[in-house]
């Protein structure tokens, strides 16, 4: 396992002027990071790129390289179950397709998805077999071109573990892995009695499907994280056998960026203490 940085953790330095992926590039690597995770937008647009074309995107990827950086995932947005327009919801599913063949030819192993959100009065389990649908006809692009999908547990369509695993078995392709973000849908900074150890059982099912993840950074506590043992999340991975990027997400924009270096530092100590250490 090593520690990634996602782009989202600078969110509001892209906002400013001259601020760009290789600038962040240049900031994860000096920063001590091991790897990144890039948002590249939703259908129709660009977020923390400036093009979606695949030269310029084999120039991100090229200098993630030369800073000694894995870019480990290309995070898309994307909404499956947008039934009040359906060429909308049809340019989600290409948008995703069309970045599977991105992700092969910037040799990016993984691309970050989402299933969809429940609008208002509409029945969620017709909601479900549009996602199927399309998630299965992404995964055959995916097998085919050898990205994984990797699925986050970010969405209000099969939104927990014990849902996602259920997709997994109905599309029944390898190729759909999982993104697990811990505190996702667990209120962690202000838990109920049980909220810890359902977020740790859900952690637990889909650390074994994962080829990516992330973890939310609320605060650095001592040599530990706030809201969450993150000794626990890093065995809880290690022993379901994952080796790949653990990226770094800041939910406060404003925080300082030195809080991203000292908990890079802290999820690092907690990789070498379970021996997962590259």
Not at 201 to 219: D, E, Q, R
Request: glycine letters at 6%; one cysteine or more.
């Amino acid at each position: 396992m090593h520690v990634g940085l996602h782009s989202y953790s600078r969110r509001q330095a892209f906002a400013q002027p001259g601020y760009d992926v290789f600038t962040f590039l240049d900031e994860a690597a000096a920063w001590g990071f091991r790897a990144v995770e890039v948002m590249t937008g939703k259908a129709g647009g660009c977020e923390h790129i400036a093009s979606d074309d695949v030269p310029y995107l084999r120039r991100v990827a090229a200098h993630a390289v030369a800073r000694e950086l894995r870019l480990a995932c290309w995070s898309t947005y994307n909404d499956f179950s947008i039934t009040s327009a359906e060429p909308w919801r049809l340019d989600n599913i290409r948008y995703i397709q069309d970045w599977i063949v991105k992700a092969a030819a910037t040799n990016v192993p993984n691309l970050r998805f989402l299933t969809g959100y429940i609008p208002a009065g509409e029945d969620p389990a017709r909601l479900e077999r549009l996602v199927e649908a399309a998630t299965r006809a992404c995964c055959v692009l995916a097998e085919r071109h050898g990205v994984n999908l990797a699925l986050e547990n970010h969405s209000a369509v099969f939104p927990y573990a014990a849902d996602i695993l259920r997709l997994r078995a109905a599309v029944g392709s390898p190729r759909l892995t999982t993104c697990p973000d811990p505190s996702n849908g667990f209120p962690v900074q202000q838990p109920q009695a049980d909220t810890l150890t359902r977020m740790y059982a859900n952690l637990a099912l889909l650390a074994p499907h994962a080829s990516n993840a992330h973890l939310k950074v609320f605060g650095v506590e001592g040599q530990g994280l706030a809201c969450f043992d993150v000794d626990r999340v890093i065995g809880i991975l290690g022993a379901a056998g994952f080796t790949g990027s653990i990226q770094l997400e800041l939910p406060d924009a404003s925080a300082p960026t030195d809080l991203l270096r000292r908990a890079r530092d802290v999820v690092d100590a907690a990789i070498r203490r379970a021996g997962a250490a590259p």
